[in-house]
């Protein structure tokens, strides 16, 4: 066979010292500032080769299995882009209702197969604790791209990077979160990620939808300055950082309650005008109408850059995984 | 990090003078004579590349967004083929109703994030107007791959190349579109393009199924000698090009009308015995059955080679929008 | 244009003499023992390679299009991974609910447009017969990745490698089916697979879920040992190989009757105790409960190998079919 075989030896190359050479990526609470700082590092100079030159080939043959149960496509083409700019290969598992997995397949088998064709392994699942079943099982890393109401890590590296992108630094800056603090998985997990730091954060949201009791407590446990509110022209002012997230009228038992609070949490060129000229507004997007498309050019939107960068850290953690980082 | 950061500089290596250079797709009507020499100078280029070594470079590390609101086996593939044999890698998202964009979000929301990921975006749509909409809003080249009953660009585009490169030129050629002229796409923009040569056109339809008046108009404002007929062996002995399109039985309100004339749009080896002996058959496809199977025996039927032009043609625009043409 | 036009001549480089130069695989039936020792040959040479660098060039800028009518993740991500590791690319079409396939376009004319955008068609289609009728129409080769109650040959290439890979030969061995024995597919192409060794089988099945005759004939004719089974427990201690498929509730008739003889075909640890020491169990995957997740652990499960035999096999394959091997 034509085949060459000189002795490349991939794995002697690979930096496997890294802190997250084949490790998994599940939760939030595995990163410490230490870790961040090194995937923040690994980010920016993603961003720069793409921005110079558009790809690079530090994960040329290397295979990535997208295994999405639920769909997303902001979140699945992100990591598709991720590992073809850093030249290696996607195989795009979207339709699981087609596939052996609605046949009654478990997920450890489905996991287990996948790793004999894939060199790691992203995950979305609708069930809480799956993304650590899968990993429980794989001998290959896998990453945790979004486990029903549980975590959802590489959206919040993604939402904490862009705020030292944007800004310059975390520690000392005042950061509001705005809208569902009850059941906005990103909020809760950039919470966590921002408790590591000299913060001090603003909780904006209907008193049905405020952030869960045992969340106030870690943060009152970390000692950081914090305050609750109901409106988010209160603090507009006095934020470095505005995270929009939607309240949803579904939420509401009372049609009526919604109705007479939903204008508190949406986003105007108007409401901007008090915020500080060196401040930024973050969503994790898709919006539906929390932020008005005037704000869009705003310079302080930051929420496409946001998903740029949401790239950027996708790639640096699969280098960093593969050993390539 | 062990990456290569030579500075190649990819935008100074670009050909950024070829009149296409990070340009939107979006209507034939954005097409001259010196533009479509161009193009079809490249997709010759292209189709000699691919015959003779299957693939380039010319678009490693680039990405595709390969976007599709509504299925397109062909285009699809055509598209994603185009970009995978210059190098460079495609995200497809194909099950729309599966993603984000069925929770509401707005087009320019999701174009204005793909093209974070991605380096141009193709897009397939329902609505008329929208891959404008779309390019309004994306700062990366957007190229239209049907928006609804407005344009299909390339689909005209392949099958104008088809003509050239089958027949040796345009000027001077009888072309004859055949079937439903009223709602065909392809016709209309095919005509259009058509219209800027030295051509006689030949409209074969029912009378329900005409040409517009206002493409009629286009046609006689261009001083183009024309002529319109309900059945095509009225015209097939004289015609260089015989261009099917579909008839539908939907389309007519009294069936038995349907049953009277659906005959006289039907290719048949009997009818081809009265044509020319250089002249060629084409079709968008998919085909029902406007023209039988024994046909494509026949070395004039020119529509799988069509197939393969329309990947010449694309991979033509994908190199020249992003400067490697 | 910028393009590389030096004349590779990837033609004449091609081993054009390997007996599987652009041909179709439709069938086990197209396979002696010399061209199962060529490929098994190829495909250790493709394990070797992925465990030692991951991936190779060999098939760089050539495009397989996955054409897959049913759904079939295993197969379809195997087949994607296997071209993938070759360095060339896939346009995968799975949502063929959506494509023009399901606007009545044939499956003859759907085969002759993607093999203008492709260099090879990897087929699934749940009709019998369709593979040949898709080989037949196109001009670029077809492989069979399923049809229908028909064959699956890639699937019995992979059970018999990984019977090769694990004991080191097939000649002498004694190799038990268990489970759904009449209408299985994989079943019945490895059974004639092993017909052309020297080997004895076991047919272990429920009395309505026996062999066909006709393949009880041909082992016949060959002059093979064979004997036949109700309960696995019978033959366990005396097998090299445990190949193990689903027994259906839907099979039978009288469910009293699925009742009383399901728990003859579950392999569990305590069956295995009575097994040999070197012997193997293998499944086609995916399982529900015919063997149990304790077995996982003992070494002599081979299942999940057997699916990395599977990338193995289609990577040898396609190699050899495109003239790279």
Do not use: W
């Amino acid at each position: 066979m034509a085949m060459v075989r000189a002795p490349i030896f991939a794995q002697l190359m690979a930096n496997t010292n890294n802190g997250f050479y084949q490790q998994d990526i599940i939760s939030v609470r595995q990163f410490d500032r230490v870790k961040l700082d090194y995937i923040f590092g690994v980010a920016e100079e993603m961003r720069h080769m793409v921005q110079q030159i558009g790809s690079a080939d530090l994960l040329r043959g290397r295979v990535l299995a997208n295994l999405f149960y639920e769909p997303s496509t902001r979140t699945s083409s992100s990591f598709m882009a991720a590992m073809q700019r850093l030249g290696g290969s996607v195989i795009p598992i979207n339709e699981v209702r087609y596939s052996s997995v609605t046949k009654g397949e478990s997920l450890p088998d489905t996991v287990r197969t996948l790793e004999c064709y894939a060199d790691i392994i992203v995950l979305r699942h609708p069930e809480v604790g799956s993304a650590q079943i899968a990993a429980d099982y794989a001998s290959k890393p896998v990453i945790n791209a979004g486990d029903g109401t549980g975590e959802h890590p590489t959206q919040a590296l993604l939402d904490l990077f862009t705020i030292q992108e944007e800004i310059g630094r975390i520690d000392g800056l005042k950061v509001a979160m705005v809208g569902d603090l009850k059941y906005g998985r990103t909020v809760h997990s950039l919470t966590r990620l921002l408790s590591l730091f000299d913060v001090a954060l603003v909780f904006v949201s209907p008193e049905v939808l405020r952030l869960p009791r045992e969340l106030v407590d870690e943060v009152k446990a970390k000692g950081l300055p914090f305050s609750e509110h109901e409106d988010v022209a209160e603090v507009v002012a006095d934020v470095d950082v505005l995270y929009v997230t939607r309240v949803q009228r579904e939420r509401f038992e009372d049609e009526s309650l919604y109705e007479k609070v939903k204008d508190c949490y949406v986003i105007t060129p108007e409401l901007l005008k008090r915020a500080k000229e060196r401040m930024i507004v973050m969503h994790p997007l898709p919006r539906v109408n929390e932020i008005s498309y005037e704000v869009d050019r705003d310079p302080r939107a930051a929420y496409f850059r946001q998903m740029a960068n949401g790239m950027y850290i996708r790639m640096a953690l699969l280098a960093a995984v593969l050993g390539r980082a």
